[in-house]
């Protein structure tokens, strides 16, 4: 009789994981035989930026542009846009296409008192560009950052639209 319970348990068990809700691989990817292609979900950036994907979801930029001061802010978070991710790096740069010119985002690593966060152990970063007071749309890369080992390059994007797919309707 114990076998039998330990038996409707573990069936029970793995139906509710199952059929649990939550990211999982929820379509990040695999695919099997005769499915329809996978279908990646978006997340909302806490700031109300541009959520720029690196890896399949393993790390997000949210890049946030202040028009008035010619500022682009880049907060450093996981692969869900829901926790800061410090990392070592004390500059990296993103490379825009505006108008058919070059132009280069400089971002250096910014303290904060207020979390602990200091350069070289930040998830926020800055750069300042005086044609951000007038350019809101622009095709970027990001040109190289290494966050927990692992480096990211040449990681296309639009601004303001990110690289994510939209969610389907």
């Known amino acids: ?3 039998t319970r330990f038996v409707f348990a573990a069936l029970l068990s793995t139906v509710i994981l ?3 809700p939550g990211c999982g691989d929820g379509g990040h990817g695999r695919q099997t035989a005769g499915a329809s292609p996978p279908v990646k979900h978006a997340h909302t950036p806490p700031h ?3 959520a720029i994907e690196l890896g399949d979801e393993s790390f997000h930029l949210e890049l ?3 028009p008035e001061v010619g500022v682009m802010k880049c907060y450093i978070l996981d692969g869900h846009l829901e926790n800061f991710i410090r990392v070592a790096d004390l500059t990296f740069t993103i490379n825009a296409q ?3 010119k070059l132009e280069r985002l400089s971002f250096q690593a ?3 008192p207020a979390t602990g966060e200091t ?3 930040t998830s926020l970063f800055e750069a300042h560009a005086g044609w951000l007071r007038t350019v809101g749309k622009f095709d970027g890369e990001l040109v190289s950052l290494t966050i927990r080992g692992t480096k990211f390059g ?3 994007f639009k601004f303001p639209e990110g690289n994510e797919r939209p969610p389907p309707k």
Do not use: C, K, L, Q
């Open 110 to 112: 910014m303290a904060n």
């Open 48 to 50: 109300g930026g541009t």
């Open 119 to 121: 350069a070289g152990d």
């Open 18 to 20: 199952a059929s649990a």
């Open 98 to 100: 505006v108008s058919g």
């Open 64 to 66: 946030v542009r202040d």
């Open 1 to 3: 009789m114990n076998f």
């Open 154 to 156: 040449s990681v296309p």
